[in-house]
């Protein structure tokens, strides 16, 4: 019995269909939580740069330095406090800072999302905490804060709402 090339044309389209599209689809895994248990204190090197070993991530600090302190090099052997949320944003911000960063990432990026303008005079003992589904900062007893990537708490606000 002769078999007819459209038939063996169909059936190769049809086990191309079957066995490549399905892994061309969109998959993807949900409810992922991105956050660090705790922050991170990064002291800046000569080469105005920070580095985690445990979340291996390592950036210049440079832009930042200059951005809140008017001088690229201010950062230079000083610390800064970095924690990543739950949904993935990296938070920014030391001792003399007047506001924190929110970082979206990118490709090799960490692009501002927001910046939250605490305090005029510059934050004293900054630490940043997980405190699900925000991230805390507070400053010694001066200051407390909550933050999502978009909005801002203070503690006046949260008693009012009854946080």
């Not at 079957?18 to 998959?27: G, K």
């Not at 248990?37 to 832009?63: D, H, Q």
């Not at 052997?77 to 938070?91: D, F, P, Q, T, V």
């Amino acid at each position: 019995m002769k078999k007819h090339p459209g038939i063996l044309l169909g059936t190769a389209v049809l086990l191309t269909v079957v066995f490549i599209f399905p892994s061309c689809t969109s998959f993807s895994l949900q409810q992922v939580d991105y956050g660090w248990p705790v922050e991170s204190v990064l002291k800046v090197k000569e080469n105005n740069t920070v580095s985690e070993g445990r979340y291996a991530i390592s950036f210049n600090v440079a832009p930042l330095a200059l951005r809140e302190f008017e001088d690229s090099t201010a950062l230079k052997g000083k610390e800064i406090r970095l924690l990543r949320s739950n949904e993935g944003m990296y938070y920014v911000t030391g001792v003399n800072f007047k506001n924190v960063y929110v970082m979206t990432p990118l490709a090799s990026e960490l692009k501002l999302r927001r910046r939250f303008e605490i305090t005029p005079t510059g934050l004293k003992k900054p630490a940043l905490n997980q405190r699900e589904p925000y991230v805390e900062l507070v400053d010694g007893n001066q200051i407390r804060v909550l933050m999502t990537s978009d909005e801002i708490y203070e503690e006046q606000d949260l008693r009012a709402e009854g946080r």
